[in-house]
């Protein structure tokens, strides 16, 4: 899955649940999430990238896993458009934005959508414990009960009280 998000419409939604992010701390939030989820994101921001002089001809890099556009003289809604259009697998595409009509959009092409508000709200959430892939035996070994059911089972015997092993 790949996140197309619709910059000042997030930092907008992410000062409404408490959350101070401008065009340099929201690639960095979206990069923690990515990684997270373990999914790409693209970020679209409104206007031309604010870079110090003599570095307008080096386009601005996002953190691992996030790619940064600016829609220079058009408008973030035309270029997210076109990233849908673009996309060989919109069904893959988690478009995030508040803008009616970029929603619709999207939803004819079959891509899922989330509003801005509503993704602020799953960033400012905190992270789920990761779920334990191993069983808990495996983890924290068995018990002795068990141990010497299984040595028992082998034809191993059991294990001595006085060896000091539990």
């Known amino acids: 899955m790949r996140l197309l998000v619709d910059g000042n419409n997030l ?8 959350i101070d992010a401008d065009r340099a701390e929201l690639p960095r939030i979206l990069a923690r999430f990515a990684q997270r989820q373990g999914v790409a994101a693209t970020v679209v921001f409104d206007g031309r990238p604010h870079r110090p002089r003599g570095a307008e001809d080096v386009p601005p890099e996002g953190p691992a896993g996030v790619e940064i556009y600016y829609s220079g003289t058009r408008t973030a809604d035309e270029v997210l458009a076109e990233l849908v259009d673009a996309d060989s697998a919109p069904r893959q595409l988690m478009v995030v934005s508040s803008d009616r009509q970029v929603q619709k959009y999207a939803r004819r ?7 801005a508000l509503d993704f602020a709200r799953l960033l400012k959430a905190p992270a789920a414990p990761r779920r334990l892939s191993e069983p808990r035996d495996k983890m924290q070994g068995l018990r002795k009960g068990q141990v010497d059911k299984w040595l028992k089972e082998f034809g191993l015997g ?7 092993e539990k």
């Open 11 to 18: 930092m907008f939604a992410l000062a409404e649940v408490a």
């Open 109 to 115: 092409r079959r891509c899922k959508v989330i509003d």
């Open 158 to 164: 059991s294990i001595s009280k006085d060896s000091g």
